[in-house]
Nanobody, 128 residues
Framework: QVQVVESGGDLVQPGGSLNLSCVFSGYPLDDYAIGWFRQRPGKKQEGVTCIASDGSAYYAESVEGRFAISRDNAKNTVSLQMRSLKSEDTGAYFC??????????????????????WGQGTRVTVTS
């Protein structure tokens, strides 16, 4: 049984940084497509970034240049480095995995059903 567990969420001041981790268990991470998503207060869930099997990474315009996704298959872990955080980055952050290799990763339309397994989320609060 695949389990997905996010961690690293915290309270941080605007301009600060955080590193989120997503650990997968029950199955080797291999080079499966992974995505990070968030749900901000009062908003629908939205894509933040995803990484395809070929290593290509894609970002939402709102986080481009501030966030970076990376993977460590040996540790079954995908990380999200966040810097220059803004109050509008506040929300619950989720990661998800597509259980097959794919040179595409869903970040916008249809992502909710494209990924096979989701974590429970970790909360990020950016406030002064």
């Amino acid at each position: 049984q695949v389990q997905v567990v996010e961690s690293g969420g915290d309270l941080v001041q605007p301009g600060g940084s955080l590193n989120l981790s997503c650990v997968f268990s029950g199955y080797p991470l291999d080079d499966y497509a992974i995505g990070w998503f968030r749900q901000r207060p009062g908003k629908k869930q939205e894509g933040v970034t995803c990484i395809a099997s070929d290593g290509s990474a894609y970002y939402a315009e709102s986080v481009e240049g501030r966030f970076a996704i990376s993977r460590d298959n040996a540790k079954n872990t995908v990380s999200l480095q966040m810097r220059s955080l803004k109050s509008e980055d506040t929300g619950a952050y989720f990661c998800a995995v597509k259980m097959r290799r794919s040179d595409y990763c869903a970040l916008r339309d249809g992502f909710g059903t494209w990924y096979d397994h989701w974590g429970q989320g970790t909360r990020v609060t950016v406030t002064s």
